[in-house]
């Protein structure tokens, strides 16, 4: 894309979204100006060493562990491939990614926020929207500038919109979008006109796109602990359990509320844990009830010694490994690293993740792998109670389950989408 269509592009979304940033009567020539009047390149930490010719990737992800994961786990695979890499993730400045990214060993910057709400037809949306998103774009458009990468990778998150598009404004940068969700989003769906790669899960998620000949069935990217897990059942179950006889018969139930927490979950366990833990002596929980609910959770919670409870688990490699069943939300990265992991699992979707992706998740998790699923409205402790003791209370039915979970799980994701990358920067000429 050359200079003059970038600025075509750039004023014909800003004139669609917000009028008052470029009245009607402009004329196309002073517009084409405004591509002159970005700031100025300054010499910052996050700008590309022009004294060597490293592979550069700039990553676009935030909000949630379900966009941030896939995007760490994706460096970490590019970086074994091609260890002299130069990565930047891009991410908003009060989001989990400011803080998970650097622990991940990774630069990170961030752009201001550019929030869709909901209902579509908002205040909002219509009026602050379109000034945010504008703000983003133009601060994303000078880090791509300075940093001059040959690949942006956007896997979701407010952030991945506008540093995407930046991307597509810039050209001479290759994109790739990465749909971890059964059904795409908006955003991504926009994006995908842009992009020159899309990477999706699951294979009904192709029909999706417009351009369906960009996509690639690759699977979403789970951490290579997770996927080579070294850790036996045993060793894992002693991790969390170090007091407690390992005799091989014991069952363990993970609760996860994705790394925000579920509050309905946490309930719901709150009145049935207990009869569980006295009524089955080889019966363990490890629940993570999320960081804002721990103390509230903690506070109606007995101790016992056959539960954990945490607000958050570091160790999900192990966590896996000791569980037996898990019960989560349906977020589209615990979907693929329930797969990954063959767990049995019960899956309860949120209702307030935008465009009810984590309802089509549980449905298809339901469809490849058997996974049980119960609907918010039905959740309470008598049907949670109910549908753990279904399958911990029956090995043939957790046998059925994780052996098509298995089957179901793609976990050469990381790798598949690396080599794609290094193939669409081979088409820019860089040799690897």
Known sequence: MNNESAVLLCSTMATIVYPPLIPTNTPLRSRRLL????????????TASATTENLRVVFAAGGTGGHIYPAVAIADELKISNPKTQFLFVGTPNGMEATAVPAAGYPFTAVPTAPLTRPLISFQNLFLLPYLLTKSTLKSYKIIREFDPHIVIGTGGFVSFPTCLAAAIRGGVKLLIQEQNSVPGIANLVLSLFADRICVAFNSTVE???????CVVCGNPVSFSLTKQTCTKSAARRHFFPNAAVIGKEKVVLVLGGSLGANTINIALSNVYCSMLNENEDLFVVWQTGLKAFREIESRVRYHPRLLLSPFLHD????YAAADVIVSRAGAMTCSEILATGKPCILIPSPNVAEGHQFKNASLMAD??????ILEDELNSVTLRNAIQEIVGNEKVMAEMRERAVQAAKPNASAQIVELILSLTRELGFKH
């Open 316 to 319: 999900m490699d192990l966590a």
């Open 35 to 46: 591509s002159r009047q970005l700031p100025p390149r300054c010499n910052t930490t996050i």
């Open 208 to 214: 999706c796109f417009w351009q369906r000949y960009k």
């Open 368 to 373: 490849v792998a058997g996974s049980r699923v």
